[in-house]
């Protein structure tokens, strides 16, 4: 099935004159209609933005330095919690083995 489409070039003014024949459900839905297609248009705009996009790749970099720095802080942490209670393992069990150790 194939489906047709038809565009309509309508003046502006007829446009407004006909939404303002509207009921108030009527203009609710034409509002929330354009309020996505807006939407959605600003956004199509911003990706296209080399500002945004280059904005973006920062974030996103920063992001990721981020959390690499957490990671590494995390693996430092560690490590020196593994020394010390190997340190107070060594200290508590001296040489000789014990049951605790």
């Known amino acids: 099935m194939t489906i047709e489409t038809v565009r309509l070039q309508i003046p502006f003014e007829s446009l407004v004159d006909a939404i303002s ?3 108030l459900e009527e203009k ?3 509002w929330q209609l354009l309020d996505e297609e807006i ?4 956004e199509d705009l911003l990706e ?3 500002t945004i996009q280059a904005e973006t790749g920062l974030t996103q970099l920063s ?12 693996r430092k942490a560690l490590q ?19 049951a605790h150790c």
Do not use: H, Y
């Open 39 to 42: 939407t959605q248009a600003e």
């Open 21 to 23: 024949s509207l009921g």
């Open 80 to 98: 020196v919690k593994v020394v010390r209670d190997s340190r107070r393992s060594n200290t508590l069990c001296g040489s000789k083995p014990s």
């Open 63 to 74: 992001q990721a330095i981020a959390t690499r720095q957490a990671i590494r802080g995390c």
């Open 28 to 30: 609710r839905r034409l």
């Open 48 to 50: 296209e933005d080399p």
